[in-house]
């Protein structure tokens, strides 16, 4: 039923992307209102869900940690697109950028970065093999090498833009926040990937996934925004609600896993 409702909430973001005349007649501000409520239905339930699944682990653990920090990012993902809510379902139009919401976003990297270095540390603690040394700088090299290739094209026309240097450095902290992220996931998937199409890792599948469409849609914001290429706007909408409800799918998971 999850996965179901982020599909389709996400698909006529993804159908006025690839066809944008065939909502020319809609009122831009219903989008508007569809894209903040599905953000902050998945934002609210997925920080509910994780400090749930916190409260089922024994305190003290980085298992533990790692679901509360998991929470607290999505409460300030939650604050941050609560912020936006004013103009998009009050006023019906585009929020401005930046914004008081920038602050909460921001604040919410740091926190979704900690939890998956707390999430690799339990299953280093439980025994799971990350690598000897040689092995986990090779992967923290492949994932920088691959952000490079992926992210430079993509970043370096929003550094030389003329946009204001504070709205450039937003656009820029984003991306480099994400690939950041990107390090911890990559341990994260080769436990996972361990697992074997078990429960548990269908619950760091979802995660997974929501890491990389954050991501994506954040460079994705950054190259249009910096740009001015409106078009595929509500694609970035569609990835951010893909992200928001892959998080609260992979709580929901675990906490069926700890009632259980």
């Not at 020319?24 to 219903?30: L, N, R, V």
């Not at 090779?138 to 833009?161: H, N, Q």
């Amino acid at each position: 039923a999850c996965i179901a409702a982020v599909g389709l909430l996400a698909h006529p973001f993804v159908a006025k992307a690839i066809a944008p005349g065939l909502f020319a007649g809609i009122d831009p501000g219903g989008f508007l209102l569809l894209g903040c409520l599905a953000k902050l239905a998945f934002q609210g339930w997925g920080a509910f869900l994780a400090g749930r699944c916190a409260t089922g682990f024994e305190p003290g653990t980085p298992v533990r940690r790692a679901w509360r920090l998991l929470s607290l990012g999505l409460v300030c993902f939650f604050l941050a697109q609560l912020a936006l809510a004013r103009y998009q379902i009050v006023l019906g139009t585009q929020s401005p950028f930046p914004s008081l919401a920038e602050v909460f976003f921001l604040l919410a990297y740091p926190l979704l970065i900690a939890a998956l270095v707390f999430v690799v540390k339990a299953y280093r603690d439980a025994g799971f093999p990350l690598g000897t040394a040689t092995e986990r700088f090779t992967v923290v090299g492949l994932v920088g090498g691959a952000c490079l290739l992926v992210g430079y094209p993509m970043l370096a026309p929003v550094a030389r833009s003329q946009a204001p240097l504070i709205e450039k450095a937003i656009n820029l902290a984003y991306p480099i926040l994400d690939l950041a992220m990107l390090v911890p996931t990559a341990f994260l998937l080769r436990v996972t990937l361990r697992f074997q199409g078990g429960n548990v890792q269908r619950v760091w599948m979802a995660l997974l996934v929501g890491v990389m469409a954050l991501a994506v849609g954040d460079i994705a914001f950054a190259y249009l925004s910096t740009l001015g290429m409106t078009r595929l706007e509500s694609l970035v909408d569609a990835l951010f609600i893909v992200s928001y409800g892959s998080f609260a799918w992979g709580a929901l998971a675990q906490r069926n896993l700890l009632s259980r």
